[in-house]
């Protein structure tokens, strides 16, 4: 089983729609959570942070569980830019060896 | 600022044949890392460093060498490529600010094909 685990979709919904994806844990050593967004043959660029009390930005909102061990991203009222891999990141600690990427979750937003 | 920058772009090899991928950063970052990024396997490291004369292994160090002689500077060499090595190669860079350390900053990449 993969210490984070994301559904790789690819979810494919209409422009203005609302998405929601979800990542799961398995070590609740976690310590900080990140959403990162990867366009098409492109770099990973961080989306944003995800905190224990939850947090938006735009029409972008990050939820954290610790109890259930998952975070989730919403996107409302989506845009043909908001087709991307969004990857999950969960960091159990400063060293980069403790920094596990998600396999990511494709979205694809249609006219 | 260029940023994270990784040469080249685009390289095949044939099995067997070493190179050096280039990684620079013009951040003053003392933390950098090598990843592969495979279809449905996620970003992987393959050695990171937390300084200049400092590195380690990452989680798949096999066939890969990394020197760190400068801050700026953190070439990934494949020493006899196979076709397993085929991917496409991330570089990225990160303060050690505790208090921002947690954004790495990602070159574009690098897509090798090993034949």
């Known amino acids: 089983r993969k210490e984070v685990e994301q559904d790789p979709g690819p979810f494919n919904v209409p422009e203005g729609a609302t998405v929601a994806f979800n990542c799961t844990y398995s070590?609740?050593?976690?310590?900080?959570f990140f959403w990162y967004r990867q366009d098409c043959r492109k770099e990973p660029k961080l989306l944003m942070s995800?905190?224990?009390s939850g947090n938006e930005d735009g029409r972008f909102t990050a939820q954290l569980n610790r109890a259930s061990q998952y975070i989730s991203l919403l996107i409302r009222d989506s845009k043909l830019s908001d087709s991307a891999t969004y990857l999950c990141?969960?960091?159990?600690?400063?060293?980069?060896?403790?920094?596990?990427f998600g396999s990511g979750t494709r979205l694809s937003i249609r006219p | 600022n260029a940023g994270v920058t990784q040469t080249p772009k685009f390289q095949v090899l044939k099995t067997g044949q070493s190179m050096t991928l280039q990684c620079a950063q013009d951040m003053n970052h003392e933390y950098m890392s090598w990843y592969r990024q495979d279809p449905g396997m996620g970003l992987r490291l393959i050695h990171y460093s937390v300084g200049a004369g400092i590195t380690d292994q990452g989680e798949v160090p096999n066939g890969y060498n990394v020197s760190r002689s400068t801050t700026e500077d953190f070439p990934l060499r494949l020493l006899s490529a196979a076709p397993s090595q085929t991917s496409v190669y991330f570089c990225a860079s990160r303060t050690a600010d505790p208090l921002s350390y947690n954004e790495q900053f990602f070159g574009p990449g690098t897509r090798l094909t090993v034949l």
């Open positions: 995800v905190y224990s």
């Open positions: 990141v969960v960091n159990r600690g400063s060293s980069a060896s403790k920094i596990i």
């Open positions: 070590n609740s050593a976690s310590q900080s």
